[in-house]
């Protein structure tokens, strides 16, 4: 963010007062997260962009009542229980998307590779959102938040209220539950074995 650009403090202080210029600048910068979120989280780009939508419908008609809070995790918050209400109403996630764009597959931070390897890079993406598709939605939104979003553990905190440490305790126990079901492909995937990981502690 440039210093000219008004900070998330300024825009919602505008917003609040009906300012809806304001408020569209905060819907520009922050569509893109809460669309990647979303899509992560219910797995289809159409259920994504309702998701999104309606989460910024629901923030521009509750704006008023913010007052000190963050407005990211906020709106986060806003947009994971609308994740929330799509899976209560039994509609199954679909599948993750491919991370082959970035060439960083979640959780795992592998690199991109030379073009001759994409067929292997897919392979792994899609064994690597199988396994995240596995994790049970808590510790799926918390994962998402953190390696998708990027998010500090403390604003997945204020998202999905939730203390500090089970946020991490989450985090960790979703992550060794990917490494633990990707450990059968060590033609794929060089993890330590829970024996060397084991002998490390």
């Not at 809806?20 to 893109?32: C, H, P």
């Not at 079901?181 to 995937?189: A, D, G, I, K």
Request: aromatic share 6%; charged share 30%; with cysteine.
């Amino acid at each position: 963010m440039s210093r000219n650009e008004p900070d998330d403090p300024d825009l919602v202080g505008r917003a609040r007062r009906g300012d809806r210029e304001a408020f569209t600048q905060l819907v520009m910068q922050y569509q893109i997260p809460l669309y990647n979120m979303a899509l992560r989280m219910v797995g289809t780009p159409d259920d994504a962009a309702d998701v999104a939508q309606e989460a910024f419908l629901r923030a521009w008609e509750k704006i008023r009542t913010l007052r000190k809070a963050p407005f990211k995790p906020w709106l986060f918050q806003i947009a994971v229980n609308l994740c929330y209400d799509h899976f209560r109403r039994g509609r199954r996630y679909g599948t993750m998307p491919d991370e082959e764009q970035g060439g960083k597959v979640v959780g795992l931070g592998l690199p991109a590779v030379d073009p001759e390897e994409r067929a292997l890079l897919s392979e792994r993406n899609r064994l690597v959102r199988q396994s995240i598709e596995a994790l049970d939605h808590d510790m799926r939104v918390a994962l998402v938040l953190r390696d998708v979003n990027g998010m500090a553990y403390e604003e997945i905190a204020a998202v999905i209220k939730v203390p500090l440490g089970t946020v991490k305790s989450r985090i960790a126990r979703a992550r060794e539950q990917v490494q633990e079901r990707l450990r059968v492909y060590p033609e794929l995937f060089h993890l330590p074995s829970a024996n060397e990981e084991s002998s490390e502690r």
